[in-house]
């Protein structure tokens, strides 16, 4: 499947094995299609769970900066929309920055009514992860409600799985990010989070999928500050497989003490269709995941 000697490099570094390891790295899928015949030697068995995901749309009314294309993101988020509605996962996460920073809290309401309308046409229940971006105009209680949750952290469960949704929105002194009062490079997961993570993992006895913001599994700048304290906590429930997360943008991926970490590629980076990353996870019955990804974002299988 591997081509030539830097693809082999890249595969290795990555700890990713084809047969008798932990995940099978597949690369990018254009479309539904496409997807589908990543899996097509598997077979007709049938998951647990599916579960779609985006993250970083960054949905604005402005003129792009950068790689950033605020406007766009709306096609982009259709086309997953289009896709979502074939493959009819059982809902559907969203992982931060769902908006883009406006200077007006009128503004700012605007852009979240517009996009939520938008993706209120994709199936299933949407869960919300906060981004930074999300409340830097925002109270967390404004964008909650503009999205119909009453929480920022939680659990659920879900064809036998259980589902954490993770807030890292919080200052090193404990305050909650909102009205740019914070600097995007301090995320935390307070005391009191990190507490009920680790009862509720306690209480549970069903494998654990986590979704975050910002990363779990780096130290720099796009990482949680406590991120090792998380990490522990996981580790030690026993039962949570994997973390997906957003933030950095870019697609990437590490194993640490039996958890992968994958981080997924933003929604709002290039311009066209061409550019857009969504993905589909399907959890099976034998403890496996498989992540069909769409146009820019990475495929995987972790056994």
């Not at 990437?252 to 970490?261: A, K, S, T, W």
């Amino acid at each position: 499947m591997l081509q030539n000697s830097k693809q082999s490099k890249n595969f290795s570094e990555r700890r990713a094995f084809m047969q008798g390891g932990a995940m099978l790295l597949l690369g990018a899928g254009a479309n539904w299609s496409a997807s589908s015949k990543l899996w097509a030697d598997e077979g007709t068995e049938r998951s647990s769970v599916r579960v779609g995901m985006a993250t970083d749309l960054h949905y604005a009314d402005k003129a792009p900066a950068g790689s950033r294309h605020y406007r766009e993101s709306l096609a982009k988020l259709a086309e997953a929309t289009n896709y979502f509605q074939q493959t009819k996962p059982a809902f559907i996460v969203e992982l931060g920055d769902f908006i883009d920073a406006a200077e007006s809290v009128a503004t700012e309401q605007s852009y979240l009514k517009t996009v939520s309308r938008a993706f209120a046409a994709a199936p299933g229940e949407k869960h919300y992860v906060l981004g930074n971006h999300c409340v830097y105009t925002l109270t967390k209680e404004e964008f909650l409600g503009g999205v119909g949750r009453e929480k920022s952290y939680y659990a659920f469960d879900q064809g036998g799985l259980h589902f954490i949704i993770l807030d890292s929105c919080f200052r090193s002194d404990g305050a909650p990010y909102g009205r740019k009062n914070f600097q995007w490079t301090d995320p935390n997961i307070p005391a009191a989070e990190l507490d009920w993570l680790q009862s509720d993992l306690q209480a549970n006895n069903r494998p654990t999928v986590v979704f975050a913001h910002q990363r779990l599994d780096v130290s720099n700048h796009y990482g949680v500050k406590n991120a090792a304290d998380v990490r522990r906590v996981l580790e030690a429930s026993g039962q949570v497989s994997a973390v997906f997360q957003g933030h950095s943008h870019q697609n990437d991926y590490r194993e640490i003490n039996g958890v992968h970490y994958c981080t997924l590629a933003a929604m709002v980076e290039g311009s066209g269709l061409e550019n857009n990353a969504y993905t589909l996870m399907d959890v099976f019955r034998d403890g496996s995941l498989r992540l069909a990804g769409n146009r820019k974002q990475k495929s995987y299988h972790w056994k």
